[in-house]
């Protein structure tokens, strides 16, 4: 039995905001689900993406891509007056990651991790240490990692996911 997702230029260009809305995604009756991460991936064909959309998925990719590996997302756009938390996530060792996801087409204005500069790195530490401090947040934990997952993805290929663990 063939398993394969076929997708029209159409569907590509008009793709839902849930990936598992579209009727041309979901498995027949007794077969598995389509992983979520080619769905996703898929999603990186539109065209017509804006740069907010861009960032938004390329950051439910990252999400997708961590609990792939075993982490739990805690949670996703946390926001505190020193700014933003991409995603928070455990690993299955019990460490904390805060996790800044930047997403590019291409490298024309740098790298996705060149993003991440010196004032940014210095506000997700102070965003950092405002989620640890909320005591709805407090648990046991081996430590706290703030990684960068820079993905590139140019239109008409697959994604590519560069994972700096331990970036500042």
């Known amino acids: 039995m063939d398993t394969t997702l076929s997708f029209s230029s159409e569907d590509r260009r008009r793709a839902p905001a849930d990936p598992f809305d579209s009727p041309s995604v979901r498995a ?7 992983n979520p991460l080619d769905v996703l991936a898929f999603r990186f064909a539109d065209i017509d993406l804006t740069p907010r959309q861009l960032g938004a998925l390329g950051e439910q990719y990252a999400a997708a891509w ?7 997302v805690l949670d996703r756009n946390w926001r505190s007056r020193y700014g933003e938390l991409d995603i928070i996530a455990v690993t299955p060792e019990h460490i904390v990651l805060f996790v800044e996801v930047k997403t590019r087409r291409n490298a024309r204005y740098g790298t996705p991790q060149e993003a991440v500069t010196a004032h940014k ?3 997700l530490r102070r965003a950092g240490v405002q989620w640890l401090l909320c005591p709805e947040h407090r648990m046991a934990h081996r430590g706290v990692r703030f990684d960068v997952i820079a993905i590139t993805a140019p239109v008409g290929a697959s994604p590519t996911v560069n994972h700096i ?4």
């Open 66 to 72: 961590l609990e792939r590996r075993g982490c739990t």
């Open 28 to 34: 027949p009756r007794g077969e598995a689900a389509p």
């Open 121 to 123: 790195r210095l506000a």
């Open 165 to 168: 663990r331990e970036a500042f």
